[in-house]
């Protein structure tokens, strides 16, 4: 069985990292091979990494408000990238009123507060 690679970063100016860095560590100790790009990255950053380090996972934390928008342009910078097929995990501060959006999007894990 291969080592699940998982790419986890933040996108724009979102810079409250507590969450995804206690991810990070949480999944490389389960032995997820972690690729973590930490906050400020653009969609296209972010889509190129993903499909570089030819992940299995991806994963967006979020502290402020505007993820619906963000997720979507992300989306499509994946797509762009060549990699629309990994699944995109959404975390932070996610309200429960914008989860079926995500999930239109094509987001496959939402982790909100609690």
């Not at 499909?51 to 502290?63: H, K, T, Y």
């Not at 060549?82 to 995500?102: K, N, T």
């Amino acid at each position: 069985m291969s080592t699940v690679r998982c790419v986890l970063g933040m996108l724009g100016t979102d810079a409250h990292t507590k969450g995804i860095r206690t991810l990070s560590r949480i999944f490389r100790d389960a032995g997820v091979e972690v690729v973590y790009l930490g906050e400020h990255n653009t969609y296209e950053q972010f889509a190129a990494s993903v499909a570089s380090e030819d992940a299995d996972l991806a994963g967006v934390s979020f502290s402020t408000a505007g993820y619906v928008k963000h997720v979507g342009a992300l989306m499509r910078a994946l797509d762009d990238a060549g990699a629309a097929d990994v699944p995109v995990m959404v975390g932070g501060l996610i309200h429960a009123d914008d989860e079926p959006a995500l999930r239109d999007l094509g987001v496959a894990g939402i982790f909100g507060p609690g």
